[in-house]
């Protein structure tokens, strides 16, 4: 295929790799000249129940063919299905719908904030974040997840994001001033690297915002709706929070996602104090429905786990037959990480030349997050591929060095 780089009408601001796709079936991409790429990309965590996954083709088509959109001025019959099963089946009670990471974590932080300001602490607007995290690409996610490459030439920061690093419970508690209404963060660091954050320290966070007033926000934006073979990755950690965001699989491709919150932390969202036209309409509601009927099915969540446990096993193995490439196997359920000893975009172009797609992210980790429907032959065929891309790697490596 010709580069269309050069005649491209779209902002230039990914690095696009040179193949399109024009079809998807389960955890395979078709490209537009007719090769089967293994995904094990899932569009960044997304596709969770595979490519034109029948059910969701037929909610889409149904919905489809009767209505759309509209506002969020009316009843929504499909929305408050939606909204009432994540509810049944979390901590929450409440759910505001939204597009994108993003835009849920926007939401997120003004309830937060809201929250104080009804309770009597309207001097208290200022969150706590951690190095390492990604929370969106918005002025205010931007500044929420403090890293300078995502911040750089966009004017002043967005003020209050105050952060930390992960793990020192006692520098959280000395960060905490007379401002501080809450604390953000993701239970596994997903664009950071797939870097787990240790359950008593998720726990200790708990303790400290119950003791000191705060709201706790977890973004599950990357890791919720069975991506770490539990529904939400808190199930884990044994303490919820009281504000958590999720996007990525929730629409398996179609693009929407969620604020969840207690009744008490949504108190100060009341009428007309915050909204969205798009968020939640009846098409995209549907879909979401039609999602959770895959993931909410009787031992769909403990297949997600099982098939977990064997990739980062045949991981493992992969690790010990390739030091030189691999350093470490991190992650939890179908969100792996490879820590490399190269860097994770030669890596993923590697996997391309075999037909295999990982994606890069930080801390010199390639993420392998196939679609949750993987079955164990796919399993054994990407670690097939990945084994093929690290030969090739080391390879090179070994050209290099004489
Ligand atoms: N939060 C987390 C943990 C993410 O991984 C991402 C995206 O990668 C976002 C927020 C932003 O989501 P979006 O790109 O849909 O705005």
Redesign the pocket.
């Known amino acids: 295929m010709d580069s269309i780089e050069a005649t491209s009408a779209i902002v230039p601001t990914y690095a696009r790799a040179n193949v399109a796709f024009e079809r998807g079936e389960g955890c395979w991409l078709i490209s537009t000249t007719g090769e089967r790429y293994l995904d094990f990309g899932a569009g ?1 965590a997304v596709s969770s129940v595979g490519h034109a996954h029948p059910h969701m083709v037929e909610a889409l088509t149904r919905q489809g063919s009767k209505l759309w959109h509209v506002s969020n001025l009316y009843q929504n019959p499909e929305g408050e299905r939606f909204a009432r099963r994540l509810a049944d089946a979390t901590f929450a009670d409440l759910v505001f719908f939204t597009n ?4 849920a ?1 926007e939401a997120a932080i003004k309830m937060a904030r809201r929250r104080q300001w009804i309770g009597d602490h309207p001097e208290r607007f200022r969150v706590l974040t951690f190095e390492g995290a ?4 918005t002025l205010a ?1 931007i500044a929420a997840g403090g890293q300078k490459k995502y911040l750089e030439g966009f004017g002043p920061k967005v003020e209050g994001f105050d952060q930390i690093p992960v793990g020192d419970l006692a520098a959280v508690e000395g960060a905490i001033g007379p401002e501080t209404a809450a604390i953000m963060i ?1 239970p596994i660091q ?2 950071g690297g797939v870097r787990a954050i240790p359950p008593a320290f998720l726990r200790g966070l708990r303790e400290i915002c119950d003791r000191n007033g705060l709201l706790l926000i977890f ?1 599950e ?2 890791t919720g709706i069975g991506r770490t073979g539990r529904f939400f990755a808190y199930e884990h950690v044994g303490v919820h929070p009281d504000i958590l965001t999720t ?2 699989g929730i629409g398996g491709g179609f693009p929407m ?1 969620a604020c969840l919150a207690t009744a008490d932390a949504a108190r100060g969202l009341t009428v007309g104090v915050h909204g969205t036209t798009f968020g939640g309409n009846p098409l995209a509601m549907a879909i979401g429905n039609a999602t959770l009927d895959i993931v909410l099915a009787a031992g769909f969540l403990e297949q997600v786990a099982e098939r977990g446990l064997l990739l980062r096993q045949r991981l493992a193995e992969l690790k010990d037959r390739y030091p030189g490439v691999i350093e470490e196997v991190r992650g939890e359920g179908l969100m792996v990480g490879l820590k490399l000893r190269i860097p994770p975009g030669d890596f993923a172009t590697a996997a391309l030349g075999k037909r295999l797609l990982v994606i890069p992210a930080g801390d010199n980790v390639v993420r392998i997050v196939p679609p949750l429907i993987v079955s164990e032959e796919e399993i054994a065929e990407g670690v097939r591929r990945l084994a093929a891309a690290c030969a090739a790697v080391e390879e090179r490596l070994t050209v290099a060095i004489n």
């Open positions: 960044i994108s990471g993003a835009e974590n990604f929370h969106g690409r996610t993701e997903g664009e973004d934006v990357q996007a990525k996602s």
